[in-house]
Structure formats: structure tokens, C-alpha cells
């Protein structure tokens, strides 16, 4: 496809202001020869020649199961949203029961020190950086493992709960739920993501304050891992793996079943956006919503840097409180903080939720002129980023490089951020949304594999940048990926603390230093659980093994 003109994505980019984060629901073992500290610049693979390819696909053929193994035009397992990184596998596996999968990672297992076939899960292909490709491996295509049928659980009020295959969409989840009254307690910003690709992750997004992530809010997991073995586990049951796996960058097993934990349904929101010109206004209001028992369903927020004509976007989905005010306020040349807020209702329960509404508002510092408001379905709000996602695609505006950054700040070092970053090096209108907003870690599952802050309060900051793939200028790849060094380096010289989400390092030393006191139990798992490591090489944490280490 060829890519638009870069007047074009100009003309168009105010609409990225609604493109808000998916969290995604689209990141040394004990034996040395499993890791590498060199960089993993591109691929390695002994199993490269005309030759091997033929013996490896003509060994999965051979293998029984009820999908089916392509070994040709399989370029899209090549891609992925960031669409940086393309590495062709030598097969893709179209699972139809978990029994497949299972297979096909044992006969890998099986092969040992014969090859170096690796093993990846692909969900609906939104990571950032190759995560979930194989460079002549094997690339599972999660999404047509369907089985088992998504079941419901409802007869215990208290604990109701859906059991899904891992490569079902969240979206899917949604409408099947709300037919029963039901739905998911913590969401991502985007639905078209697998259940196995955020659970791996974390799946946080505007609810994690109130809810946790969505690893907090899952009783029991399915895992096939890197021996080929099917494992259940729970709290109560392998819950080692359990932990291990949920936030687990795909290391240690691939989930292909998980229980998730619903509640009632709402049928409404309430949806409102103000705007703020001082940060620590803006840091205090945030923090004071996610710490008061009384507060909204939906906590969010996101910086706003030079924007021309931001309220009259604005219009097209939201009604100002005084249409005037609104109507005189200039957004060009300055900073802004946007604090984005929900409530979730029920029609008959309107006239309270609007006195709700209004007695959380008047407790914030917010510009009065910029109160916008809008009632829409639940589905509707929770599903607003695929309608941006839609405009986008018929601009050819979304199958562009995504060179994006997520980091987690502590809460004591969020000012000495946002004053270097926001102030000295993001100096010009960004190339797509900028989130920040707080969460309460200490709702929060303790002992999984995601690695965050010591605080018990966190930033989630999210540069959400949108490239040309042919531009040289400030809208260009390079360009972009030298902001998010500065940003990284000063976050490093003053020792802010932070920690990466959808974390990407080249280096196996990097990858220490990222989970730091946690490397020791992670590590142990890889050898536990995958000691050939050969799940997940797309992460670069460890380095394939040519066999199992004789004890």
C-alpha cells in the first residue's frame, strides 16, 4: 500500500487524540548456554540452509493433530503493530484444540540439540517490537484456537466468571457477557486483543486503579509449556506457574485457557474531559480521584502539547458545559493536561449519578471553560478506540511504524519527570496521544512475573507515536526513536526509578537490570518451565538451547 503524503497525516492526526492506549489488551537461566549478553541486532539461527527447512517442515508434517501446519504465505506473521521488525518463521501452526499446541512445542522439545526451532504465539498481531514473531521458528496462530466454547458461570452471584480460550478477542467477551448482565471487571483501551496477549502483558488501562490490571483479575489459567506439557493452575493449584505466567512475557508456558472473574453490567457512561495548564494541579486531582472511596469507574488523562483547535475536535463527541467559554479558548502554543473521567450507570439510576458527577467535579481545580461531557452505551465507550481505529484505516493512517514508549513512574519522581519531558525535550506538537495517569498498586496481585515501581503509587505514561515510514523529519521513525532515548536516558542519569511496560531491551544484562530483585525467580522459572527456551524468542531474554543439561 503505498503511504499517504506527510500533509495528509498532518491534515488528519488530531483524530490520534482519541487513540488511546491498548494495553495490549495490542512484552541467565541457571545454564549459560541458554543466554546471551550480546545484542540481538537480527536473528540467529544454525537451522538457516535450504536444507534444514526441508527436514523441520517435513517433521511437523508428520505430526498428528487436528489444525493444520502452512508453510507458505505467511507473510502477515511476519508483522506486527509496530511494524519495525519482520521476521519470517518457517511454519505457522492454525491450532484447533489445545492438544495441537501441546504437540507441536513437545516435538520441538523432543528434537533437542537436533535443531533450534523456536516457538511464538501470535494473538491479533498488535506487539510493539517482534515480540511474538519466530525467525524460522514455528508462530501459533492463537486465533483459531476456539476451544473450549466460551462458557459462562453465573449460578454463584458472589464469583461469576467466564471460561475462554486464549485466543478469543476481548470485544468477543464483551458482547457475549453483557447478554447475560455481565461483564469483565478491567479492561485495556482497545477490545481486538487476545485474552493469552494481555494476561502475558498485564492489560491495564483507565479501571487498574479500581480493579487492578487484568492478571489481577483471573482465577485460573490453562498453560502448555515449554516442555509441551498441559498444566491448569490457580492460587491454590501449580501456583507457581500461575504467578509466574501472568505478566510473564510468554516465557515460561502459553496460556490457552483462562477463568475471568465478571461483574454486573452497567447499560451507561457518563464521559468527561477537562483540561488543566498546571501539572501539579493536574498530578493532585488525579492522585485524590484513585485514592477516595467515592469516585469515578474510569481514571485517565493525557498531555496535550501545542494543539491547534482542540475544543472544536472535541465537539463531534462531547457537549462543552458553557458553549461560549469553551468557544474562546486557545490551545495553540501551550501544555496542556487532560484529566478523562467515566461513570458507569443505569438509566433509572440518571438523576443520581448526575448529582454524583457533579459533587466529584466541584471537589477538582480544572479550567472551568473546559468541561466537556457525553453519555453513550458502555459498549460504546469501552470500544471507542476501534471507531478512531476505523477513520484511521480507510486514511491509511494505522499500518504505519508505531515506535512507541510505555514506562511506569514512581509517584514521588512524576514532577521531576514531567518538567524534564514535557518542559525540555518534548518540545513540539507530539505525533500522537501522550497518556499519564495514576494507579494504586496496592489493590494489585503480588508475585506475579510484571515488574513495576517500589512505589505503592505509579504513573503509567504512554508516548503513543504514529511514524511516515518514508519521512527524514520529525514525524520520521528515526527522529521519534531518538525522543524516546532522551526520555530513557534521563529517566536513567536521575535515577527516577522507572520501569518499562511492554518492556524491549537487546541485551540479556538489560533485561536483568529490568527486573532486578525479581531475575533470580524469573530466571529460575525459564529453567523450570522452558529450559530450552524455546517459547517467546521474539523478547530476546534468553537464548535458544541446543538441549536438555544432564543432571
Given amino acids: 500500500m503505498k503511504s499517504p503524503p506527510t500533509h495528509v497525516f498532518f491534515k488528519h492526526k488530531s483524530m490520534f487524540l482519541r487513540l488511546l492506549i491498548f494495553i495490549l489488551g495490542i512484552c541467565s537461566i541457571n545454564r549459560t548456554n541458554l543466554c546471551c549478553d550480546q545484542p540481538f541486532a537480527t536473528p540467529i539461527s544454525s537451522s538457516s540452509t535450504p536444507s534444514s527447512f526441508s527436514v523441520i517442515q517435513s517433521s511437523l ?44 512445542i513437545k516435538h520441538v522439545f523432543d528434537m533437542g540439540s537436533a535443531t533450534d526451532l523456536t516457538v511464538a504465539a501470535r494473538g491479533h498481531g498488535h506487539s510493539l517490537e517482534g515480540q511474538a514473531q ?68 498485564a492489560g491495564i488501562s483507565g479501571q487498574a486503579f479500581k480493579h487492578g490490571p487484568q492478571i489481577n483479575n483471573v482465577y485460573q489459567l490453562e498453560v502448555v509449556t515449554g516442555k509441551g506439557e498441559v498444566i491448569t493452575c490457580s492460587e491454590e493449584q501449580n501456583a507457581d506457574l500461575f504467578y509466574g505466567v501472568l505478566g510473564g512475557l510468554g516465557q515460561f508456558g502459553i496460556i490457552t485457557r483462562a477463568r475471568i472473574a465478571l ?8 464521559w468527561i474531559r477537562v483540561l488543566y495548564s498546571d501539572f501539579s494541579t493536574f498530578s493532585y486531582d488525579q492522585e485524590h480521584l484513585i485514592s477516595s472511596e467515592n469516585s469515578f469507574d474510569y481514571i485517565e488523562g493525557f498531555v ?32 496542556l493536561y487532560c484529566l ?109 512475573s510484571l515488574v513495576t515501581p517500589e ?20 514525524d520520521g521513525v528515526e527522529y521519534i526513536l531518538k525522543k524516546n532515548k ?18 524491549h531491551y537487546t541485551t540479556q544484562e538489560d533485561w536483568k537490570s529490568h527486573f532486578g530483585l525479581q531475575w533470580e525467580t524469573f530466571n529460575r522459572r ?6 530450552l527456551a524455546i517459547l517467546a524468542p521474539g523478547h530476546r531474554i534468553f537464548r535458544r538451547a541446543s538441549g536438555v543439561q544432564q543432571q
Fill in 61 to 104: 508434517k508428520q505430526l498428528t493433530i487436528e489444525g493444520y501446519f502452512s508453510f507458505k504465505n505467511f507473510d502477515h506473521a511476519a508483522k506486527d503493530f509496530g511494524n519495525r521488525y519482520h521476521f519470517l518463521p518457517s511454519a505457522v501452526l492454525y491450532p484447533k484444540s489445545v492438544s495441537d499446541i501441546s504437540s507441536t
Fill in 526 to 531: 525459564k529453567s523450570t518451565y522452558d529450559p
Fill in 304 to 335: 496535550i502539547i501545542n494543539r491547534t483547535g482542540l475544543l472544536n475536535n472535541w465537539r463531534s463527541t462531547f457537549n462543552p458545559k458553557d458553549p461560549l467559554l469553551a468557544k474562546e479558548f486557545s490551545s495553540e502554543g501551550k501544555v
Fill in 340 to 448: 478523562e473521567v467515566a461513570k458507569y450507570f443505569n438509566p433509572e439510576e440518571t438523576a443520581k449519578t448526575d448529582q454524583n458527577v457533579d459533587a466529584l467535579l466541584s471537589k477538582l481545580n480544572y479550567i472551568q471553560s473546559t468541561l466537556f461531557q457525553s453519555e453513550v452505551s458502555y459498549v460504546d465507550f469501552l470500544d471507542r478506540v476501534h471507531v478512531s481505529e476505523m477513520k484511521l484505516q480507510e486514511k491509511g493512517l494505522w499500518d504505519v511504524p508505531h515506535p512507541w514508549l510505555n514506562l511506569l513512574i514512581p509517584k514521588t519522581r512524576i514532577h521531576d519527570f514531567a518538567q524534564e519531558v514535557f518542559g525540555k525535550i518534548l518540545t513540539d506538537t507530539s505525533h500522537g496521544p501522550i497518556l499519564i495517569y495514576p494507579v494504586n498498586k496496592s489493590k494489585w496481585r503480588k508475585g506475579t
Fill in 263 to 270: 461483574e454486573p453490567a452497567p447499560k451507561k457512561v457518563k
Fill in 134 to 201: 519466530a525467525y524460522q521458528g514455528v508462530v501459533i496462530n492463537m486465533e483459531s484456537l476456539r476451544a473450549p466454547a466460551m462458557r459462562f458461570h453465573t449460578g454463584n452471584q458472589e464469583l461469576p466468571f467466564v471460561d475462554v480460550s486464549a485466543g478469543e478477542l476481548w470485544i468477543n467477551i464483551l458482547h457475549e457477557s453483557l447478554k447475560l448482565g455481565l461483564t469483565p471487571k478491567s479492561w485495556t483501551d482497545y477490545l481486538h486483543l487476545t485474552v493469552g496477549g494481555t494476561l502475558s502483558n
Fill in 486 to 503: 532522551k526520555i530513557l536516558n534521563f529517566c536513567r542519569k536521575a535515577h527516577i526509578g522507572m520501569k518499562q511496560y511492554l518492556p
Fill in 455 to 474: 512505589e505503592d503509587v505509579m504513573y503509567l505514561i504512554a508516548f503513543l507515536s504514529s511514524a511516515m515510514p518514508s519521512s527524514t523529519g520529525k
